[in-house]
C-alpha cells in the first residue's frame, strides 16, 4: 500500500479540505510513531579482526536501539550502562559516523552479532507518494486510520479521532506483542 492510497482511504473515513502537503507531514509523524510503538528485532552481522576496534555498520543503526552485542562467543556491553567495569568487553556506538567501537579489540578473528530494533528511515514528501511506509507491509492498513485520526483531530472531531486512534493503537499494540516475542527480521 502506498502513501497515495493510504490518503485516499483516509480521506473516505473524514472528508476534508486539508491539504496534502499537511496530510505528507502527519504520515512522516505517524511512520516514526509506528516504530516507536513496535520494536522490531534486526541483526546485523560483521566479520572482526583480529586487533582491529572500528566496525562501520548499517546506517538505520542507533545507539539508542542496539539491544545486544556478540563478538564470537563474547558479550559485549555499552559504555552507557552504569555497571560496566573497564575489565569487562565493552563497546561505543557513534551515531553520525555508524562506527562501533569495541574494547578490547577482539584478540582472533570472529564474527561480529549485533542486534538492533528497526527505526524509520523514510522521509516523505508530495512528490513520492508512490513509495512505502517503513513499517512491514502487513502494518501499511494501520496508517489509514492514524492518518483518519489526525484529519479528524484537525476538524474538531474528537469522536471520531478517538476512535480511529483506538483503533491502529490497538493493531500497533498486537503488533508490539507478537514482536516481543522474538521475530527477528
Known amino acids: 500500500m502506498n502513501l497515495a492510497q493510504i490518503i485516499a482511504e483516509a480521506d473516505l ?11 505528507v507531514v502527519w504520515l ?18 560483521f566479520t572482526c579482526v583480529a586487533a582491529q576496534a572500528d566496525y ?7 545507539q539508542k ?19 560496566v567495569t573497564p575489565a569487562q568487553n565493552a563497546y561505543y556506538f557513534t551515531d ?18 549485533l542486534r538492533y530494533r528497526r527505526i524509520a528511515t523514510s522521509t516523505f514528501t508530495t512528490e513520492n507518494l508512490g ?6 507491509e502487513e502494518y501499511h492498513w494501520t496508517y489509514i486510520p492514524a492518518l483518519a485520526a ?24 498486537v503488533a508490539a506483542q507478537n514482536y516481543q516475542a522474538g521475530d527477528v527480521q
Not at 101 to 107: D, G, S, V
Open 96 to 113: 553520525d559516523t555508524h562506527k562501533l567501537t569495541l574494547y578490547p579489540a577482539p584478540y582472533t578473528d570472529a564474527q561480529g552479532f
Open 65 to 83: 536501539n542496539i539491544d545486544s552485542v556478540l563478538i564470537g562467543m563474547f558479550q559485549y556491553k555499552s559504555y552507557d550502562r552504569e555497571d
Open 28 to 45: 512522516n509523524a505517524v511512520n516514526q510513531d509506528f516504530f516507536n510503538v513496535v520494536k522490531i528485532p534486526k541483526v546485523a552481522r
Open 13 to 23: 473515513l473524514v472528508p476534508n479540505e486539508v491539504p496534502q502537503a499537511d496530510k
Open 150 to 173: 489526525y484529519i479528524a483531530n484537525s476538524q474538531d472531531d474528537s469522536v471520531k479521532a478517538a476512535n480511529y486512534e483506538g483503533q491502529y493503537k490497538s493493531a500497533w499494540n
Open 56 to 62: 562501520v555498520l548499517p546506517t538505520d543503526v542507533r
Open 131 to 136: 513509495s512505502q511506509p517503513d513499517a512491514p
